[in-house]
Structures are given as C-alpha cells and as structure tokens.
C-alpha cells in the first residue's frame, strides 16, 4: 500500500469550492473548469506554442506553469489543472514515440506480444521525469486555486501502445486482451506500478485533487471490463486513496460502465456528454461525487444556445451535492473564446 503524503493545503484551497464539491459537500454554486482548458482556442497558447514542440513544452517546467495559468488568468476558472499530456510516461518506460500535429501519440514500434512487454523500461517519476513535479511545485506555489494531477488510466495507455496511434475503433487491443491474456495483465500491471508512482510524484509535489483519464475505455462491454480490467484498476484506485486527496475517474462512451468504474473506485466519476446527468446521478447515487457534462461541441454555436443546455444540465444535476460542472470531452481548438468567458460568467451567476 502507498501511504505517501501529499503537501498541507492552504486553507483557501482546501475550502475551495472545487474542493468541498469534490468531496461530495454542497456548494452554493457548481465549481467550473473544463478539459483542455488551456488549449488551441486561446491565442495566448497559441503564442507560447509556437515556440515549442508538444514534447518539449510538456518537459519545460516554466512553460507549463505559464500555459496553466493562462485559463485562470484569462477566465477565472474554479481550479486549475496541470498542462501535460497523458502520454508523458511513455518517456520514462523509454517507448519511441511522438506527438504529431493533427494525429497525436504515433508510436514506432507497437506492442505485439510479451518480449516487447519485457522490454519496457520502469522508472521512478522524480529520477526520470523530473520535469513533471518540478512543474506541479511552481504552480502549487504560484496559484491561488486548486491544481488538479493527472495521468492516464493503463487501458488507454495500453490502447496506444498496442494500436501504435489514435484508432476509431482499438481493435488491436481489444484482440489483444483475448488473445494473449497473461501478456496483458503484465501489461496492465507494469501500467499500474508506474500510474500510481506517476500520480503520487504529482501529490507530493502540491496537486490538490488526482484525476485519471480512460479516454478509451468506453469501447469495452461491463462483462469485459470486470473480466479484463477491474482488479487492475481497484488497486489503482485502491492504493492512491492512501494520499488523501480527492480522485476523479472519468471515460468517455461509459454510460454503461459507470456502476463498475464507481466500484473500481473515485470520489469523483466524470461523465461524458452522451450520458444523462439525471442517468448517471441515479446510478452512481449521492456518496461519490460527479463531473460533467456539456457536449464540447455546443459551444460553437450561439451562446443562446449555450447557455439553454448549460441550463438543461443543471436542471438535470438539481441540487445534488458534489457536483462540478465541466464539458463532456475537451474544449475543441475551434471553441470562440468570448463563449468560454461567457460560460464561466453563465455559471458564476454574473
């Protein structure tokens, strides 16, 4: 069991909204930040990253504290959360890769079988990635909000490694599940014991609140998941719960998957924006919290439409306790600013 400590809070932060919604207390208004905050629809990004490659930002700890803030600077949002991306472990486990404009994570050599397993690299976060909490330290000090750790969940992880690249569908994993089982526990066993070092660096180093990312794993069936998935993600959860501070578990696709992912544990279950708040409120009950959901995709429109789902949403959620409004998916690079200005304002009650 890990038992590693997280740094003390400051008071304003443990008594954040964002904080007391994540711990399923209620709020007098629902907290808001939304995925890929700080992202292509902001100029102010775009700036900063055209001097750099994604890889390269990620590993430059000043200018990932200066992407953090850029949200919260320009849109007072609720909490902040760390600008990486999911993939940066695959640095540490010494797997040839890049990320490719309009593609994403392309990887040289994907797994087949158990020898290319073997041949992954462990490592330890602060040694190898260092870059990682020396980023999440600057913006513990330097924000006055809550700052959300992150990594993703070993099933996307492993859909990347084995698919080689993005997929419509991850077949290539999902065939190797069936057919090479004790690869893939060793598999998702390695992708645990480095998920959970890679999350507890970021605790230690100040993050507030830990979320997992299973981008993928709405592609599963329930039976599949228990079978294939489950165990490894209850120790996952299981023993980064010893560094008391909140958990967020989110997927996309997971309507059906929500009573096994809140079993597999989380204070927090992300829902995606296919899946009815007042759904997934009923099934996950009221003693986890949850996140969600406006469809990325509204927000290209007339922010009189905005803000009528926004609206439907927050009839739906009513006034359940622990609850964070955020977007079913990411922002999307083409999202006009003045919409997420008025987002947050619609929100905040302005």
Request: net charge negative.
């Amino acid at each position: 069991m890990n038992t590693a400590e997280p740094l003390s809070l400051p008071s304003n932060i443990m008594n954040s909204l964002f904080l007391r919604a994540c711990r399923g207390e209620r709020t007098e208004r629902p907290p808001i930040w939304l995925m890929r905050q700080a992202g292509r629809y902001m100029p102010s990004y775009r700036a900063i990253r055209a001097k750099y490659t994604m890889l390269e930002l990620c590993q430059n700890p000043e200018a990932v504290c200066e992407v953090t803030h850029l949200p919260i600077d320009e849109f007072g949002f609720d909490t902040a959360i760390l600008f990486s991306d999911i993939t940066i472990p695959f640095l540490g486990l010494n797997i040839d890769f890049d990320i490719k404009p309009g593609v994403g994570p392309v990887i040289d050599n994907p797994i087949r079988n158990l020898a290319d397993i073997e041949k992954l690299q462990t490592f330890k976060t602060e040694e190898r990635l260092d870059f990682i909490p020396k980023a999440v330290k600057l913006l513990a000090e330097s924000l006055d909000v809550p700052l959300i750790g992150f990594a993703g969940a070993p099933f996307t992880l492993a859909a990347y490694m084995i698919e080689g690249k993005p997929s419509r569908d991850f077949k290539k994993v999902r065939e190797f599940m069936y057919t090479q089982p004790e690869s893939w526990d060793k598999l998702m066993t390695l992708l645990v014991d480095v998920t959970i070092d890679y999350l507890t660096a970021q605790a230690r180093a100040g993050a507030s609140v830990l979320k997992v990312f299973d981008s993928w794993v709405g592609g599963l069936h329930p039976s599949i998941y228990e079978h294939y998935l489950f165990s490894h993600m209850k120790r996952l959860f299981t023993e980064l719960s010893a560094l008391n501070v909140p958990l967020i578990h989110f997927g996309t696709g997971t309507a059906m998957l929500l009573p096994i992912m809140k079993e597999a544990g989380g204070n927090v279950i992300g829902v995606d924006w296919k899946t009815p708040m007042s759904y997934a409120s009923s099934v996950l009950g009221e003693d986890v919290a949850i996140q969600g959901n406006l469809d990325p995709s509204v927000l290209l429109a007339p922010f009189d439409i905005v803000a009528t789902e926004v609206d439907r949403i927050l009839t739906e959620v009513g006034d359940r306790p622990g609850y964070i409004f955020n977007l079913g998916h990411g922002i999307l690079p083409e999202t006009p600013e003045k919409n997420v200005k008025r987002l947050v304002a619609h929100i905040k009650g302005a």
